[in-house]
């Protein structure tokens, strides 16, 4: 018998806020947490504006934030997520001598995460000094003399994307398996489905999953800007990301972290902790298409779909809710409608499918994950987030995408997708806990 | 219903020792060292001066004329990395698109592939002319660049660095349908990408997997913060061949270099019939935490590498006694080595100094994601040839390096290598390699 899977604690540090009941609040009152960007002056940019995780201070959730004091932002972000979560779960941090019942070596940790910035000014400074636009040569010698004089060592350590995952081994303590992925905007959900894929196997009783990634810094956003993916509505940000409208311009850039926490059942009962829902599938695929677009049947998307529900062991019937990608680009969010109608078939346009994008903006490395939050709190709250900013839908995109208000609604199983660039597509399926 | 057996069953490599899998083993063998002086840029006045660097190749040789127009969108850890599952695909026998698309003997949608890759540097150079427009009095001016710069960036300039592109691509070219991922935990990457390849095929996800791992890390930006963090040699005293000394009492520091690894991994009963050749088992893998303020160093003890080593025998069901090589990460930082010794001998206990040990970094580099793909290869060989090549750059051990690592080739026949790796901030692995014994489970 396979080991069942469920949540027992989660943490969020994002745009709407960084506790869950303020995001879930934000979330349900249909709030946006997109503004103009302060993180670097932007105001010449094409798109100046992002969802920005705003005034976080990571040192108030921990004892000993000197050990972290170098972390890069998405770094940070883990911290305070994987704090809250692990307090939920009833995970000790901080500690050589944990009393929560865990084995430190069946304690693992898996996230999507991605790059740290650049020390900005550091770094094009160097290059402001050694590059002969004459020439169109670098002068390596004086290039390497003032980037030694000038960056600083933990700053460009913490660029190396598998950072957030080292700051939670040593917040945890966490010596079981440890992995971090980076499948562009599919990374979180394929990191809960293979940490769920890893407990089930038997090889950890606990993984500390999910994402933490922030790509607003100038080089993330000028090549997001130069792929044109981002919306550049300047004068309206908060209507920016309008996921399945007709007039959608693309999707807005956004930071943060979630984190979850896996548990296999027996631990979770043995423990006598809260159990928040219940993973039931995973399903993962790639296109082979083409680096830039999705493939226009939706084929990779539509195998991942499948591929989960089959893990899941139940027919598209039976899902209550459908938290889609929805990034507000013209292609996602019409190829995914593909998706949708291609699996789901006669309850297609039955079914619930909203996209949280349009308040969180876009978390990259971390979306799947705040996304699959959002479905553990519409299961345990009865209450489906909205995609806001729907007025003026496509006439070519029919589902249900519940529109402006969030709705209440009994939801027993939700899907969650994401879909990365390069045809990353990966799913997850989770369940309302019961005990058979 | 027993666990699938996963079988290697393809392998190749662009490595500083040469451009397939085949020369690199016959460098190694014949105790070639591929690190020489830095090739790839000018070094005047810049602090290392020695790499390990893949000799000159073209990627589009290795890429079918109908994705040829995305070379251009391919940075060197691509190109390094499209190269090797090239020449994996073809020493499996295996038919893909890629090879020939009239002739696919495997079904995409039961292909996975699964790569460690690195945090991809940008070119310096290619943001040149753009930070050339968007100076004001001599200083970087962040609002010039929102205007001019960044129109100067070329369009698709994102995408030739994201890490899972080395994957994408690679995905597209032998058209790998399956499950995809991308593992981004530095230098233990590779290892920790083919375990979990490893894993996708016993839960019958695919039969066959594409894995291991690529990364160029002679980039100006890498090199640089190697040296920042301490890890690279910086002084310049011996010729380019002695600067890396895994475990040696004159080791100062890590040489860097790029490469690109990657493995077939199949189910076994898939591989038998259909005539596959076998070249060795993934018998077993494990992976821990190294818990370390120090970000940048092992913990001295090496616990994390420890419990890897541990997991990854309980996995093969073997002891120590049955391991007949260890090939260690050994980079020739002093104080890393000696925490992998500890590992290993706390580990293995006293079999530990008798099991032959093998660094490869003297004579390969140390390549980032890629170091652990071109081990698990070079393992492979070992066990095919029944030879352990000769140890290089470690003439007389640093205190403290108790193990049974010597100069002189031997004749063994070799049943079961352990592999181990660990990156700088926290990661640890280890995988335990089997020689195909030609038995099935029933």
Known sequence: MTERIVITGMGIVCPLGETIDSVWGKMKAGESGIAKTTIFDASTFPANFSAEVKNYDFTKYLKNPEHHKHGNRGSQFALGAAAQACRQAGIDIET???SDGIARDRLGIYLGAGEGSADNEVFFGTIVNAWNDQTGEMNWGKWSEEALATMKPMHELEQESNMPVTHIALLTGARGP??????????????????????????????????????IHPLGMTGFIR?????????????????????????????????????????AKKRGVKILAEVIGYGSSSDAFRVTDMHEEARGAIQAIQAALTDAKISYKDVDYINTHGTSTTENDSIETKAIKAVFKEMAKKIPASSVKSMLGHLIGAAGAAELISCVLAISDGIIPPTINLHEPDPQLDLDYVPNEAR??????????????????NVVIIKRFEEN | MSMPRVAITGLGALSPLGLTAKEMWDGLASGKCGITSIKAFETTNFPCQYAGQVPEFKPQQYVPKSHRKAVKLMCRDIQLAVGAAKEAVQSSGLITKGIDENNINIDPTRMAINLGAGIISCELPELGPAIAKSVTDGKFDMRKWGKEGLEAVTPLWLLKFLPNMLACHIGIIHDIQGPSNTITCAEAAAHLAIGEAGKVIQRRWADVALTGGAEAKVNPIVMIRQCLLKRARTENDTPPESACRPFDADAKGSVFGEGAGVIVLEELEHAKKRGAKIYAELA??????????????????????????????????????????????????????????????????QTAVKIPTWPTKSMLSATGAAGGALDVIAAVCAMTEGKIPAARNCEKKAAGCELNITGEPQQKDIRYVLCCSYTYGSQTAALVLKKFDGKTND
């Open chain 1, 408 to 425: 209440k609604a009994q939801v027993n199983i939700a899907l969650s997708e994401s879909f990365g660039f390069g045809g990353q597509n």
């Open chain 2, 284 to 349: 077993g893998a494990g992976e821990s935490n190294n818990i370390n303020p120090v970000y940048e160093q092992l913990e001295p003890d090496a616990k994390g590498l420890q419990i890897a080593i541990k997991k990854a025998l309980a996995e093969a069901q073997i002891t120590p006694e049955d391991l007949d090589l260890i090939i260690p990460h050994g980079l020739g930082i002093p104080a890393d080595d000696l925490a992998e010794v500890r590992a290993i001998q706390n580990a293995l206990g």
């Open chain 1, 227 to 267: 792929l044109t993916a981002l919306s550049t509505r300047n004068d309206s940000p908060q209507t920016a990301s309008r996921p399945f409208s007709i007039s959608r311009d693309g999707f807005v850039l956004g930071e943060g972290a979630a984190i979850l926490i896996l548990e296999s059942l027996s631990s």
């Open chain 1, 178 to 215: 440890t992995r971090s992925c980076l499948t562009a905007c599919a990374a979180s959900t394929q990191a809960i489905g293979e940490a769920t894929m890893i407990i089930r196997r038997g090889d950890a009783d606990v993984m500390i999953s999910g994402g933490a990634h922030s790509m």
């Open chain 1, 96 to 98: 050589e001598k944990p």
